[in-house]
């Protein structure tokens, strides 16, 4: 059957004020449409019913953790002792998954990504699992680029994947994020895609692969699941205190021959920065608001707040961002860097990181 | 004997959020050295003492008039019904004051300017009134420009006065704010200053200008005055509700012969919007903050927060003032604006303005 995991264990720091150190970007509602991580079950569920949609999250992030709210059993819910990067927390997953049903085609997604084109998110992902299942190898999900981004890692496509599933190729090579140039280069060959971050695949194709490249990742979960419910929370520290932390591109993905990608064109942002969210939701030039604001004289301005008000006067290629008892103002394209002054927010007014 | 008198009616919207409908500049704390009513009344102090201080306020400014916070006798607070613009100010504090001391010497000051020099101030207010006890005439200060400023009136200076007091000249005409080109050839001259709205007068000199250019402003104070303490409000209320709107510099200065000016640099500014505040406070190019405020990688900026955290990055010449439940974002060349946007406040949410 069909399973998705959602991964949750961000810590972001590059939306303060909205996001502290006791709530990460998954659970913020950015876009207007609820929780991120709510917006991205509510996006599976017509592919994957609630009873296989699973979260894999920090154990400091229970409280934003509502079962009832999120719409999937609890017990769907999987809780790591500490972040270890991405590979241990699909680990998990899949091998909490293989146990109840060994036959489960896997898609595992970030849980803080916006999708602008939703119908197409699903027809891809419907057709990624099916060429998951009838290929047993990694399927990736990959975007059309539509500017020379330097802020995504690329997937270069091979030769057409030939099959039942049609549009999918084969993956030649990934790449860490690329300088402005080379961007350039990637978009005006027309061969490379962003890599979004979802990819698919069998229960027992990751098991193999996993026991293959990350040895040591595969015996601690093991050892943690070992042994049914009783004492599993301890044993999970236990294998947690050891654990690599390491992603699943690096430690799986990238090592493996035969991936695949499925490039979708779905409006796909990982809304990455309060720039990159002002791209996903404005219109190119024009300005943002989210709660009581007054423009004046404003151009390409994303301004929000959840109480009081906030009123911007002649200001260009700006953020500003009241939230709560902080308050954010910083040029657009200086939006990579709020996570550098969250570090001396951290010493100096820690109550408020 | 010398008495001094705070005009303190003003309701300013350029400070917004700090000034509010409720709250207008002359009650805020602008400097960081407390109300600036309070300054301007401790500025004086040492050469006017606190029994002779008056303030000239609005009735719905009673509230922050409080006797013991601002150090003078409760009956030196004289309270207008409504504003009607300097001259009635001026005229029912000089009535007042002249039927206690009908030889008195009269400082006049708005309520709202700073002055960097203040030893400096009192040499010259000392001097100005002494001026004003041997001549009988009127005096203002000028202050020597230190820049082409299109937003203060100028003073034109004519020939030195002869005298006991050295330093003053017979003005030569009053102006209003200059364009640009104007304001620079003033400069240029060397033979304007800018006109402080500090002016210094006998009471009987006053009385008589009074009668002689506004004999309707006369009449209705007297009017007011006739018959004593009992029921006096309400015929204050009676004489303002046909009072005349004009300020003392159009109904009386401009129009009076003979009038002196002494120009003293005292460090003065009229402190009109938040830039010239900043320009008040800071080094050319620098920045100046209030409150719990974190800046990276900002130049000319003005940061004010009285609660909660402001954080600025990579901002320059910018205004961010936050204050209860508003913040205000805009550039330093916008702050004449800022009364603008006030109007839209009052409609839209108008507990906030």
């Given at each position: 059957?069909?399973?998705?995991?959602?991964?949750?264990?961000?810590?972001?720091?590059?939306?303060?004020?909205?996001?502290?150190?006791?709530?990460?970007?998954?659970?913020?509602?950015?876009?207007?449409?609820?929780?991120?991580?709510?917006?991205?079950?509510?996006?599976?569920?017509?592919?994957?019913?609630?009873?296989?949609?699973?979260?894999?999250?920090?154990?400091?992030?229970?409280?934003?953790?509502?079962?009832?709210?999120?719409?999937?059993?609890?017990?769907?819910?999987?809780?790591?002792?500490?972040?270890?990067?991405?590979?241990?927390?699909?680990?998990?997953?899949?091998?909490?998954?293989?146990?109840?049903?060994?036959?489960?085609?896997?898609?595992?997604?970030?849980?803080?990504?916006?999708?602008?084109?939703?119908?197409?998110?699903?027809?891809?992902?419907?057709?990624?699992?099916?060429?998951?299942?009838?290929?047993?190898?990694?399927?990736?999900?990959?975007?059309?680029?539509?500017?020379?981004?330097?802020?995504?890692?690329?997937?270069?496509?091979?030769?057409?994947?030939?099959?039942?599933?049609?549009?999918?190729?084969?993956?030649?090579?990934?790449?860490?994020?690329?300088?402005?140039?080379?961007?350039?280069?990637?978009?005006?060959?027309?061969?490379?895609?962003?890599?979004?971050?979802?990819?698919?695949?069998?229960?027992?194709?990751?098991?193999?692969?996993?026991?293959?490249?990350?040895?040591?990742?595969?015996?601690?979960?093991?050892?943690?699941?070992?042994?049914?419910?009783?004492?599993?929370?301890?044993?999970?520290?236990?294998?947690?205190?050891?654990?690599?932390?390491?992603?699943?591109?690096?430690?799986?993905?990238?090592?493996?021959?035969?991936?695949?990608?499925?490039?979708?064109?779905?409006?796909?942002?990982?809304?990455?920065?309060?720039?990159?969210?002002?791209?996903?939701?404005?219109?190119?030039?024009?300005n943002v608001t989210f709660g009581d604001v007054i423009l004046?004289?404003c151009?390409?301005?994303?301004v929000r707040t959840?109480?009081?008000l906030v009123a911007v006067?002649?200001?260009?290629?700006?953020?500003v961002?009241r939230?709560?008892?902080?308050?954010?103002?910083?040029?657009?394209?200086?939006?990579?860097?709020?996570?550098?002054?969250?570090?001396?927010?951290?010493?100096?007014?820690?109550?408020?990181?």
């Amino acid at each position: 059957m069909e399973h998705a995991v959602v991964l949750a264990g961000g810590s972001g720091t590059r939306f303060w004020p909205e996001s502290r150190t006791s709530r990460s970007k998954q659970f913020l509602d950015l876009t207007g449409g609820g929780p991120m991580i709510r917006e991205t079950l509510d996006r599976l569920r017509p592919v994957v019913p609630s009873e296989r949609l699973w979260i894999v999250a920090g154990r400091k992030d229970a409280p934003h953790l509502s079962p009832g709210a999120l719409g999937l059993p609890k017990r769907n819910i999987l809780l790591e002792p500490d972040g270890r990067n991405t590979a241990p927390a699909v680990a998990l997953a899949a091998a909490v998954i293989a146990r109840r049903d060994p036959d489960a085609v896997i898609l595992a997604t970030p849980a803080d990504h916006a999708i602008g084109d939703v119908r197409a998110f699903r027809t891809v992902i419907r057709k990624g699992l099916r060429l998951a299942r009838d290929t047993g190898r990694f399927v990736t999900l990959g975007v059309p680029p539509t500017h020379p981004s330097t802020g995504y890692g690329y997937i270069e496509r091979g030769k057409p994947f030939p099959g039942r599933v049609k549009g999918a190729f084969a993956v030649a090579r990934f790449t860490e994020k690329p300088d402005l140039a080379t961007a350039r280069r990637f978009l005006r060959s027309g061969r490379f895609d962003w890599n979004s971050g979802v990819f698919l695949f069998r229960a027992d194709t990751f098991a193999d692969r996993l026991s293959r490249f990350l040895p040591e990742v595969d015996r601690r979960i093991r050892d943690a699941l070992r042994g049914g419910e009783k004492g599993f929370d301890r044993r999970l520290s236990e294998a947690y205190r050891r654990m690599p932390s390491i992603s699943i591109d690096y430690g799986i993905l990238e090592k493996e021959q035969g991936t695949l990608v499925l490039p979708a064109d779905m409006g796909w942002s990982d809304l990455g920065t309060w720039r990159s969210l002002h791209e996903f939701l404005g219109e190119k030039g024009g300005n943002v608001t989210f709660g009581d604001v007054i423009l004046a004289d404003c151009r390409n301005t994303l301004v929000r707040t959840d109480g009081g008000l906030v009123a911007v006067l002649g200001m260009e290629d700006t953020v500003v961002v009241r939230c709560g008892d902080a308050v954010l103002v910083c040029p657009r394209s200086r939006s990579e860097d709020v996570k550098g002054i969250v570090g001396e927010i951290r010493r100096r007014y820690p109550a408020l990181a």
